[in-house]
């Protein structure tokens, strides 16, 4: 069982941080159209019916998210990761709550169903990815070298998995969504 040390326990605390700040800057600016989620609007439902190249959707993801991972995967292995990762927790509890108003503002209580297929399975994948990118990193000095490469190893594959969902799964969750509300 993974033991929450204090560097673990500030992550915590930042993402929390940010879903309080997202959750109030977002009740108070709701009515600036910065702030509206373009995929709750309606032309995201024609493109969605119209999409039948799920392979050419799949190596998108897989190009732009292949920059991310490599990104996140690199800063791991760097002094200055924690603080950066300290930077993405926050602003990560931050974007979701925002998310999540914006999209109960607009829909309801089912936007809440539209925030969760918006986010679902992908997002689960990608979010234990960087758990766990995070947790290396804070434990970074402590690993042997072949754990350290079993561990990214493990990682890239959470990530692919991600997004083999991410081409497949959303689209549908997307289409059920838009007949729901």
Known sequence: MIRIRNKE???IVLFLIGI????VIAILFASISAF???IYHPEIENELQAMTDVWGLFFYIVQ?????L??????????IAYPVFCILSGYSGF???????IATMTYGIKGILAFLAVILPHYLFYGIGV???????CQRQQ???RYAVQSYMIIIGIFLIGMLSEAWCNPWLLQLMYKQL
């Open 64 to 68: 732009s998210r292949f920059w991310e």
């Open 9 to 11: 326990m500030v992550l």
């Open 95 to 101: 974007c979701m709550s925002c998310m999540i108003v």
């Open 70 to 79: 490599t990104a996140c995967i690199l800063l791991s292995m760097t002094v």
């Open 143 to 145: 690993l042997p070298l």
């Open 36 to 38: 509206e989620m373009k």
């Open 20 to 23: 309080v700040l997202g959750t």
């Open 131 to 137: 758990v766990l990118l995070m947790l290396q990193s």
